[in-house]
């Protein structure tokens, strides 16, 4: 956890260091001979030996031996500060000030993603990998989607269950119509001078049974909606007159009369 005030410190801090080690490298790493390890001069000589073994010509070449390899000389080795530990450095204040401590956040959302990219590449055959691995990617993604889509499908089942009713299950939301598509040419011939038009485009179906038992069912505007759908169009039809209101009331044996086809109804742009 940090405050402004230790950011403040720290970044003083870091300054301070910088500056010392590079009068540590200048005045006191300076005056020693320091050499590498001998397990460092056997790696680099044999990294030669396999270099030179890739080489077309090799055989006309003295051949590497191990008392060669064992006589060659340690190489001087410096106090370096050209590394990315020391680089990052001075980096560290502005980016706790930008994400926070390091205990924020981690790092395995990165490795998971690296593996799956790995895993995944494996599944190509090398030949344009990164459009195959989108491909693929866009594929679990929509297959992990239609899984939850699924269960929410599953719950409004069990729900409608529960309330006497059969709920059909969908691969999508029923209320988040498509309403961004253009108008229907035909909705468009309209005449200024009627009162109202309703379309008979029938492109954005919504299942009755979703449209009550989804997420948003407790909602005030859908308490008793059928039955009050099933008031209004008995009344329409049988000609009541409308008391601003509604059209009297109905025994549930007269609602039953009115069924919704395919227990669906439409959303449309224009009216």
Do not use: C
């Amino acid at each position: 956890m940090h405050s402004d005030t230790t950011l403040e410190w720290l970044e003083t801090i870091t300054k301070e260091v910088g500056m010392m080690m590079r009068a540590f490298r200048d005045k006191t790493a300076s005056q020693f001979d320091t050499l590498e390890l001998p397990r460092e001069r056997d790696a680099r000589a044999r990294r030669q030996a396999g270099a030179m073994l890739q080489q077309p010509d090799y055989q006309a070449q003295a051949p590497l031996t191990t008392s060669s390899t064992n006589q060659a000389s340690r190489k001087t080795r410096k106090l370096n500060l050209f590394t990315y530990k020391f680089h990052a450095m001075g980096d560290y204040v502005s980016f706790i000030r930008l994400f926070g401590t390091t205990d924020n956040y981690s790092t395995q959302i990165g490795e998971l993603a690296h593996r799956m990219v790995k895993a995944l590449y494996g599944l190509t055959n090398k030949r344009d990998a990164t459009k195959q691995i989108a491909k693929r990617y866009n594929r679990e993604k929509h297959l992990r989607q239609a899984k939850v889509n699924l269960q929410k499908a599953k719950k409004l089942e069990q729900l409608g269950k529960g309330k006497g009713l059969s709920v059909q299950i969908l691969s999508r939301h029923t209320h988040h119509v498509g309403m961004e598509m253009s108008t229907v040419e035909e909705d468009m011939k309209i005449s200024p001078d009627l009162h109202h038009f309703i379309s008979e485009n029938n492109n954005h179906p919504i299942s009755l049974h979703s449209f009550l038992l989804d997420e948003n069912r407790e909602d005030p505007a859908k308490k008793d909606f059928w039955p009050k759908l099933q008031d209004h169009l008995l009344g329409r039809l049988l000609g009541r007159d409308f008391d601003g209101d509604s059209y009297g009331s109905f025994t549930n044996n007269e609602r039953n009369s009115i069924d919704l086809y395919k227990k669906r109804f439409y959303a449309v742009k224009t009216m």
